[in-house]
């Protein structure tokens, strides 16, 4: 499962290149940040999750107790 702030890989690649995202904000609509040119992208929750390939990385527990 993803949550807020966790590094994923989508199935295909960003045009400039990298295949790592950062999710920014989560809700009916998922926001992700390319972390290479840093172009967002809204995306809706359920084509997010077709297009999910993997998490990568999750955010730090510590951090998910302050929002």
């Not at 995202?21 to 390319?34: A, L, N, P, T, Y």
């Not at 040119?37 to 107790?65: D, T, W, Y």
Request: charged share 30%.
């Amino acid at each position: 499962m993803y949550q807020l702030h966790d590094i994923v890989k989508m199935k295909k690649p960003h045009p400039c290149g990298t295949n790592r995202w950062e999710i920014i904000r989560v809700g009916m609509d998922i926001k992700i940040r390319c972390l290479q040119c840093n172009r967002l992208i809204m995306l809706p929750r359920r084509e997010f999750e077709k297009k999910l390939k993997q998490v990568l990385e999750h955010a730090n527990q510590n951090e998910s107790g302050n929002e």
